[in-house]
């Protein structure tokens, strides 16, 4: 598959979850299997050699190819969740959104120093969950950390708000709002 034909499978749905968001929807690459297969063998193609030991996904839609990778790259994969939905000893990040505030929470012995982490997420958009992710997985010492999206929202510039935060952003390729 082409970049351009898989960019032509993400579905835009306009006012969801509510109005004025462009949101848009991954689901129509997944249930094609070409298109599921292109994102996961992308992202390993990318990240493979660079001494990976961890892929970290961001609840919800993170978790969708996070361990597809990790997988393919021959290492494990750490859930990033939602408040109060991991079992063990966590540790936590709060950040602001554009409507209050929001906390994700890692487990504590997820990670150690020894780690090179990937963290995947499935949109970039202004950058906010990512920065707070990278917080949370460098709270716990690890040695470097990746960034990928499947997908980057142009115009918000995300990109920018993580220059310097990770080693690397690389996302598969990059849609405007109204795209
Ligand atoms: P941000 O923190 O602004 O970079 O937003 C990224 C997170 O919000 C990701 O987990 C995305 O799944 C979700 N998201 C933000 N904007 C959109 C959008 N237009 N369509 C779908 N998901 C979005």
Redesign the pocket.
């Known amino acids: 598959m082409t970049v351009e034909e898989v960019k032509a499978l993400v579905r835009n ?1 306009p006012d ?1 979850p509510i109005k004025g ?6 689901t129509t690459v997944l249930e094609n299997p070409d298109g599921l297969r292109w994102m996961r063998d992308e992202i390993v193609s990318k990240y493979r050699g660079l001494g990976i030991t961890k892929v970290v996904g ?1 609840e ?3 978790f969708i190819l996070a361990p597809a990778v990790a997988i393919e790259l021959g290492v494990g994969f750490v859930p990033i969740r939602k408040p109060n939905k991991l079992p063990a000893e966590t540790v936590s990040v709060t950040y602001t ?2 409507y209050g505030d929001d906390t994700i929470q890692i487990h504590q012995d997820a990670l150690s120093p020894d780690d090179v982490v990937l963290i995947h ?12 992710a990278i917080t949370l997985v460098k709270k716990l010492g690890v040695k470097k950390v990746y960034v990928n ?1 499947a ?1 980057e ?1 142009l115009g ?1 510039h ?1 990109r920018e ?1 993580l220059q310097g935060k990770a080693e690397d952003v690389y996302c598969l390729f990059g849609l405007t ?1 109204d795209e």
């Open positions: 749905v969801f968001i462009q949101f848009k929807d991954i961001i919800s839609r993170g959104k554009e997420d499935d949109i970039l958009a202004t950058g906010g969950s990512m920065d707070a999206c997908i929202l918000l995300g708000y709002v």
